[in-house]
């Protein structure tokens, strides 16, 4: 369904590719998570909650493969990086740049308690940003 355009990045779960679709042309992106268990129904079943969430500040979860060595999630694709990064190599930070960010990253997480879920890892790297340059309120 998809073709590989390149290797975004690579961490302890896996790797993440930039993908496009065969037939849309649509760009994404796609967690390879090697698997640690035959456990396929709690993970197919945390995939099917997790698609059903809408919100602009979460990420979209679009497709769930898997074969014996790995889940793949195609996902949408957020080409800004992690927000670790992005704090790490901005030269000028400023309050207003972090109460924007915090304002968004609360807005997702009442959404996830409102479907009582937790995120569990919630720190500057798990959250990646959609692109380059973070607007303004």
């Known amino acids: 369904d998809y073709n590989v355009l390149e290797r975004l990045g690579q961490g302890g779960f896996g790797s993440v590719y930039k993908i496009i679709n065969k037939k849309n042309k ?23 909650i997790l698609k059903t969430i809408d919100h602009p500040n979460i990420i979209k979860l679009y497709e769930l493969y898997s074969d014996s060595k790995f889940y793949y999630l195609v996902e949408e694709l957020c080409e800004g990086g992690d927000l670790y990064s992005y704090i790490k190599n901005k030269k000028n930070f400023t309050e207003h740049n972090a109460a924007y960010i915090i304002y968004q990253i609360l807005l997702a997480v009442n959404h996830l308690h409102s479907k009582k879920i937790v995120h569990r890892d919630l720190k500057p790297e798990n959250i ?10």
């Open 128 to 137: 990646v940003l959609s692109n380059k340059t973070i607007s303004k309120m």
């Open 26 to 48: 649509n760009i994404r992106a796609c967690k390879l998570i090697k698997k640690q268990t035959e456990d396929d129904l709690s993970f197919f079943n945390e995939f099917k």
